[in-house]
């Protein structure tokens, strides 16, 4: 009896899990899903390889959509998958790579419509299937991760190429357009009942609103009406028209508050003509962004309505040339199948200059022409990485060309040999422009660490006022224990000074033999001070002073301890040498103990022992 095995691909890594009774299960499996308990009972975890990264995943992703067996699923399948190959079924989703790995590794695979339940049933209970992988969140995040870089990778999509801004920014012109002159309409129909000779002065639709603006009531006008008027219109005579005829004009009077709902219209017109011009620009901008060559070769207008009627930038690159012609006469072309009449020659190209600059006869062939340039001009625009106008421009001059050459016969540039210095000029041009982005990168990030330096500073300056005024207050503490700590040095080298005066007068007293073994101690002091003295001089910059002045204080402390048993013992003169022994043995046992606890202390307490002499 042949055993199941079902490969399970999953964001995380390759799964091998083995299915008991194959062919009696599967028959049930849509029952056996629904509970987990059940499911486990049909299926086993057997293996499970994970990927190490998310470029090894998405690597292996690719290759699975291709039905290409991948060196990293080869090794999966050789380490976990049984060596009785002919015992055993594989069952895999993707019938491609089923062929694959069974051509490749010789194992009998199956994709049979009941491994898909399982594969469904696996991925439901994946989580709890696999021991140690009992966070669900961590697999839909590596799923999602994985999902989005495939799609990113499949569509490489660039938000600044988005054609779908152009559809709709080409719409709002025409409706902005469709707006105002509705509007222009109106306020002309409502002034004109008080002034109705402008319009025939003026005929032009945004400087008639800005006249009103200017005259408002032409019974009470203002001292300055005809130097703005002058100023606006650019033309004395028409500036002394308008003044001759707002004196004897044939209007009615209005009220104050009719004209102040005339003056209100006309100022929201003005700002509907302002917005038309912002969308113009931004419309401009972004078909040098999304397309430049067909914005080059036609115009930024026509272009966006050729994008917006096909739907997208993709879709008018898939149109032939033939469709691209008669784009947008629709209704006219199937009239014409309909009646068997002729079909059009044009659709929205029919606005583009050259059809307007050919003659009549030559208008249908240069809208052929015309189409073909369109068309290579989309698909250019649509699949190069680095978008140029080089290619647009040369188109334009190609159309030129064949316009001077229905006219006079003049034989225009091949297109092998336009295209040839197109794509050298392209070239040239592409190194440009990511040198540019490279400087607009780097001054993009100069500012963000500019604007961050300047936001810490700001939210730092209130701490920096604190810790200021923090660090004064510490800076007083510290000198006024650094006094205190003077003060107490000079009184103790006063109190030792003292004693050791006091020492030598008793030493005066002594026998002969006191006398010399003093001496002899005095001396030995000496030799040692000098020593210390040097070894001082060498490290005293390297110390610190707070830390000398502590060790000086606890050894003085010794000092006058030991000095205070040696006067005790030297009332006698017999008694005098063993004092002058013990107080050397003393000395010793306090040097050898203060350099086996630290050689610093040693050498500190021979430079206080110098300075006490």
């Not at 010399?516 to 020593?531: C, K, R, T």
Request: overall charge positive; charged content about 30%.
């Amino acid at each position: 009896m042949s055993n199941l095995y079902i490969l399970f691909e999953h964001a995380a890594g390759y799964s091998l899990f083995k299915c008991d009774g194959s062919e009696d299960i599967l028959s049930q499996v849509k029952q056996k899903i629904s509970k987990v308990k059940r499911f486990k009972e049909i299926c086993h975890f057997v293996a499970f390889q994970p990927f190490k990264t998310g470029r090894v995943a998405l690597e292996n992703m690719n290759c699975i959509s291709e039905g290409i067996l991948h060196s990293h699923l080869e090794e999966f399948l050789v380490n976990a998958f049984p060596k009785k190959k002919k015992q055993n079924i594989l069952g895999i989703v993707e019938p491609k790579l089923a062929a694959a790995i069974s051509e490749k590794l010789g194992i009998n695979c199956t994709a049979v419509p009941e491994i898909l339940e399982l594969h469904r049933g696996i991925r439901k209970y994946f989580s709890e299937l696999i021991e140690g992988f009992n966070d669900a969140d961590a697999a839909d995040k590596a799923q999602l991760g994985l999902g989005h870089s495939y799609s990113r990778a499949r569509v490489k999509f660039n938000v600044g190429r988005n054609d779908n801004m152009i559809i709709q920014s080409i719409s709002l012109l025409d409706q902005l357009d469709k707006d105002i002159n509705t509007f222009f309409m109106r306020v002309r129909e409502w002034y004109s009942h008080h002034f109705p000779e402008l319009f025939k002065i003026v005929s032009d639709n945004t400087l008639y609103i800005q006249c009103i603006q200017i005259i408002r009531d032409r019974k009470n006008l203002a001292e300055d009406v005809a130097e703005r008027l002058e100023s606006l219109l650019n033309d004395p005579v028409k500036t002394q028209n308008i003044l001759e005829m707002a004196r004897s004009s044939m209007g009615m009077d209005i009220s104050e508050l009719d004209l102040q709902n005339v003056y209100v219209f006309a100022e929201r017109i003005l700002s509907l003509t302002r917005r038309r011009k912002e969308t113009v620009e931004y419309l401009r901008e972004k078909m040098q962004n999304v397309s430049p060559n067909l914005a080059a070769l036609i115009g930024d207008a026509i272009a966006a309505r050729l994008i917006a009627h096909a739907g997208s930038l993709i879709g008018l690159a898939k149109y032939p040339a033939s469709t691209v012609q008669i784009l947008g006469a629709e209704k006219a072309l199937f009239r014409a199948l309909k009646t068997r009449g002729n079909t059009p020659k044009y659709g929205l190209i029919f606005n583009s200059r050259f059809i307007a600059k050919a003659a009549q006869p030559n208008k249908g062939r240069i809208s052929r022409y015309l189409a073909n340039k369109i068309s290579v001009a989309t698909r250019i625009d649509c699949f190069r990485d680095v978008p140029t106008d080089v290619f647009g421009n040369m188109l334009k001059q190609q159309v030129e060309d064949r316009l001077k050459f229905f006219e006079t016969g003049e034989l225009p540039k091949t297109n092998e040999k336009a295209m040839d210095e197109a794509l050298d000029e392209a070239a040239i041009a592409e190194v440009q422009m990511l040198k540019q982005l490279k400087k607009q990168k780097k001054n993009a990030k100069k500012r963000k660490l500019e604007e961050s330096g300047i936001e810490s500073s700001f939210l730092s300056s209130g701490a920096d006022d604190s810790v200021a005024a923090s660090t004064e207050g510490e800076d007083r503490d510290t000198s006024v224990v650094k006094k205190k700590r003077r003060d107490k040095k000079q009184k103790v080298m006063e109190v030792s000074l003292n004693e050791d005066v006091e020492d030598d007068g008793e030493v005066k007293k002594q026998s002969g033999d006191d006398f010399i073994n003093s001496s002899e101690n005095h001396i030995q002091a000496n030799g040692d001070l000098d020593l210390s003295a040097k070894k001082k001089k060498k490290k005293a910059k390297k110390k610190k002073l707070l830390d000398a002045n502590t060790e000086m204080e606890v050894s003085l402390n010794e000092d006058v301890e030991n000095d205070g048993e040696v006067k005790k013992k030297e009332q006698s003169g017999d008694d005098s040498i063993n004092s002058s022994e013990n107080h050397i043995q003393a000395n010793g046992d306090l040097d050898l103990s203060a350099k086996k606890k630290k050689k610093n202390k040693a050498k500190k307490n021979k430079h206080l022992d110098a300075m006490t002499v």
